[in-house]
């Protein structure tokens, strides 16, 4: 499967602990994008990434949240201290270059679950 | 103001009979790219139709196609012969060619296709 891979597809935290989702794109990628899906809302952006650069990271909240995405390797959103509504659905996508007619191809998606 | 409009939270349709999903936006970039994905209950974020901005055309995809009206600023999908596979929630989201980093969605069309 040459699509763009998250791991784990569900994840489940105690208040106060770090979670981590791992995001893979597409071969040959080098843009990624992180989104957050609230239940019954739409996708809302996070962060975007080039490899080693972080782009745009417009709509990552400004505390406990950090993206990365290394030279070798996937790229990681990371939420530490997690609380209850962190929990959604998280989102990554990746493109093969920058611009308004790439169609952003998405992974399966990682639920995270704040307990 | 909202980017991305989606005025129907859920539509209904017959199965073999077609159906438009509603989608208005709003941008001063003279560049953008107008995508449609759908999302199934199981989650995944698929893609279905790109248009862009210049394109003199209408973009088509097998069943599905998109009624790009420029002036009015809306991009409204059209699945013809609905099938009951069609059942999820759609997006619409827009690219602005300044900002070809993230994507802005709207909040989605839930359909349900009848046999």
């Known amino acids: 499967n040459a699509g763009v891979m998250q791991n784990p597809r569900h994840l489940v935290r105690r208040r106060g602990q770090e979670a981590r989702l791992r995001c893979s794109p597409m071969?040959?990628?080098?843009?990624v994008y992180w989104y957050r899906q609230l239940p019954e809302e739409g996708l809302k952006f996070m962060v975007y990434?080039?490899?080693?650069?972080?782009?745009?990271e417009s709509g990552m909240p400004k505390e406990r949240f950090s993206a990365e995405f290394p030279k070798e390797g996937p790229s990681i959103l990371r939420i530490q201290q997690v609380v209850r509504g962190d929990s959604a659905a998280y989102f990554c996508?990746?493109?093969?270059?920058?611009?308004?007619?790439?169609?952003?191809?998405f992974g399966d998606g990682t639920r995270l679950s704040i307990l | 103001a909202q980017k991305i409009t989606q005025t129907q939270p859920g539509m209904f349709v017959q199965e073999k009979e077609a159906v438009t999903l509603d989608c208005t936006y709003d941008?001063?970039?003279?560049?953008?790219?107008l995508f449609w994905y759908k999302q199934p209950s199981s989650g995944e974020m698929i893609f279905l139709i790109y248009?862009?901005?210049?394109?003199?055309q209408n973009a088509t995809e097998g069943r599905y196609s998109l009624n790009f009206q420029k002036a009015r600023k809306s991009a409204n999908l059209v699945i013809s012969a609905s099938q009951l596979g069609d059942s999820a929630m759609y997006f619409c989201?827009?690219?602005?060619?300044?900002?070809?980093?993230?994507?802005?969605f709207g909040d989605g069309t839930t359909l349900t296709v009848k046999p």
């Open positions: 996508a990746s493109t093969l270059r920058q611009g308004d007619n790439q169609p952003q191809h």
């Open positions: 989201a827009m690219r602005e060619g300044t900002n070809a980093g993230k994507s802005t």
């Open positions: 941008t001063s970039d003279p560049s953008y790219g």
């Open positions: 990434l080039q490899k080693e650069n972080i782009i745009d």
């Open positions: 071969k040959g990628h080098s843009h």
């Open positions: 248009q862009g901005s210049y394109d003199q």
